[in-house]
């Protein structure tokens, strides 16, 4: 028996390299940084996807006859053994954070080729006629491989949306990252109807209808993460084209420090939220991230002693212990109506997910008059615009004034990624809108150079930048007396709301973003 047993740990020690008291030798083993190490082709390829999946490993060298394993547990013998046995190799296993590894995983695995591989090419042009067209809807059909790949490799890529794009001489697929679109893969033809088919049964849409634009929900269980797609497609005069966005209800709702704020913003934005009654408006173009800080506001609420209920269009996430309503125009739901119920249920918050026509917002401003705190959003470029947008909607001024508790103007720009960065120095037009928004030179900024953790394109994530106006007596009266935006927003500066521009000229100095992000976003913003 105990010969049996010294054998064992014998080839153990054979096949980590180290000793039978692992915690002895922990210290000498330092973790990883697997952003900053590219694993070989040759290393990826002897241990396939599945298997490094189910071990929480990576490999990254081989060295003749030993293979360099990243691991997130870097001791399990069983995992050493599956992967030598697979290898054919001696494994060299190296600690690195499952974080790590996982992400790792995600981005050196890259399934594009393959995609490729499963669209069947037909043998004449006339096999894509709309007529002869036949959707193999098995699991196993070429098409639904092919789809399923787009997907998985979009999530990998931590896309938010997905394009697919007719052009006449291929199908064309765009990942949005960090809110900028990429092209990564052209597809022939002739698997664009197919693709499409199978988009439009996933999503419940009408197949045979071409013409006219649908819109659809996809629920999937990727890699362990329930992710849930809003589908929308839309005639072109190329064919019909699809967006997806993708919701990863993994990720979870950030709080209100996660989302950018400087430290005397985010002061400022709370106490605005503690009014017992009245309207905060959150503005900005579509994609500015005003859902998130509407859902990260509505968490951060007592939400045992009021009831909050929401009203919206889609209902992205849901809240425990809060009554969520989702918008339905087919069955006569629409944010009007929906909003005249919600006031009868005794409700002491109400969301509402945008003010997008006359009757919402005098709906809305009567509810925050008559005692309850509304929270919503509403497209306009500055904090200053969104007011004079409720009146252009019909609201008379002094209801607008009384109502409204203040406003947040967003935008989002990318994070400088920190696996890259480094100081670069900027264009002379950074320079001088740098210059114009903080009085000061700045010439060189962290800039990121472009790795594998980024995608190359030197940004990792994104944050807010935001501009914060709370309604003061000056303001009421200049708004009421028939003062322009730029009047209300000079007094607004005056009593020390930062702009967007400069909110993102000081993250840019903390080495959080670029100017060109700053430019590229608030470049508008006066």
């Not at 980590?16 to 040759?42: C, D, F, M, Y």
């Not at 019909?240 to 913003?265: C, H, N, V, Y």
């Not at 905060?280 to 991230?289: D, E, R, S, W």
């Not at 000079?490 to 080495?511: F, H, N, S, V, Y």
Request: aromatic share 4%; charged share 20%.
């Amino acid at each position: 028996m105990d010969g049996n047993k010294n054998s064992a740990g014998s080839s153990v020690d054979q096949l980590t390299g180290v000793g039978a008291k692992a915690e002895e030798i922990a210290p000498s083993l330092p973790r990883l940084n697997l952003l900053r190490q590219l694993p070989t082709a040759e290393a990826l390829q002897l241990i396939p996807e599945t298997l490094a999946r189910k071990y929480r490993a990576i490999p990254l060298i081989v060295d003749g006859d030993n293979l360099q394993v990243a691991m997130a547990d870097a001791y399990d013998v069983l995992a050493i053994q599956a992967l030598s046995a697979r290898s054919k190799k001696r494994i060299e296993p190296m600690p690195a954070s499952l974080t790590d590894v996982l992400e790792a995983i995600d981005f050196n695995y890259r399934a594009v080729g393959e995609i490729v591989k499963q669209i069947p090419i037909p043998a004449t042009a006339a096999e894509t006629v709309l007529e002869k067209v036949t959707v193999d809807v098995g699991e196993d059909a070429p098409v639904v491989r092919a789809l399923n790949l787009i997907i998985d490799e979009a999530i990998k890529a931590r896309s938010s949306d997905i394009h697919i794009e007719p052009e006449p001489d291929r199908l064309r697929i765009r990942y949005r990252i960090d809110g900028t679109l990429h092209d990564v893969l052209s597809l022939p033809p002739s698997i664009h109807l197919p693709l499409l088919s199978r988009i439009k049964i996933l999503g419940g849409m009408n197949i045979a209808d071409y013409h006219h634009p649908q819109d659809g929900q996809i629920s999937l269980n990727v890699k362990e993460k329930e992710i849930d797609i809003r589908v929308a497609t839309a005639y072109t005069v190329n064919g019909e084209m699809a967006s997806l966005r993708l919701l990863d209800k993994s990720w979870g709702i950030l709080s209100l420090s996660q989302l950018g704020f400087l430290p005397k913003s985010q002061e400022k934005y709370e106490q605005m939220l503690l009014a017992p009654f009245g309207m905060i408006l959150v503005c900005g173009p579509t994609g500015a991230g005003k859902t998130t800080t509407l859902y990260a506001s509505v968490n951060s609420l007592d939400r045992v002693g009021r009831h909050i209920i929401t009203i919206e269009d889609p209902v992205e996430y849901r809240f425990r212990g809060i009554n969520q309503i989702q918008v339905n125009p087919k069955a006569g739901l629409t944010f009007a109506s929906g909003l005249r119920s919600i006031v009868r249920l005794d409700p002491d918050i109400i969301l509402v997910g945008e003010i997008r026509d006359t009757d919402t917002a005098r709906i809305a401003i009567q509810a925050a008059l008559t005692g309850h705190l509304v929270l919503s959003s509403v497209h306009a470029t500055d904090s200053a615009g969104a007011l004079f947008r409720l009146i252009d909607l019909g609201i008379e001024p002094f209801l607008v004034c009384s109502a409204v508790i203040g406003i947040v103007a967003q935008r989002m720009v990318r994070r400088v990624c920190p696996y890259c960065a480094h100081l670069t120095q900027i264009s002379l037009i950074e320079q001088t809108a740098y210059h114009k928004e903080m009085g000061e030179e700045g010439k060189e900024f962290l800039c990121g150079a472009g790795c594998k953790a980024c995608v190359f394109t030197g940004y990792l994530g994104r944050t807010g930048i935001f501009e914060i106006l709370r309604i003061s007596d000056e303001i009421r009266q200049l708004t009421v007396s028939g003062a322009t935006a730029s009047q209300v927003k000079a007094q607004a500066i005056k009593e020390g709301t930062i702009t967007i521009a400069r909110d993102g000229m000081l993250k840019a100095k903390a080495g959080i973003t670029t100017p060109y992000e700053v430019l590229r976003n608030a470049y508008s913003i006066d």
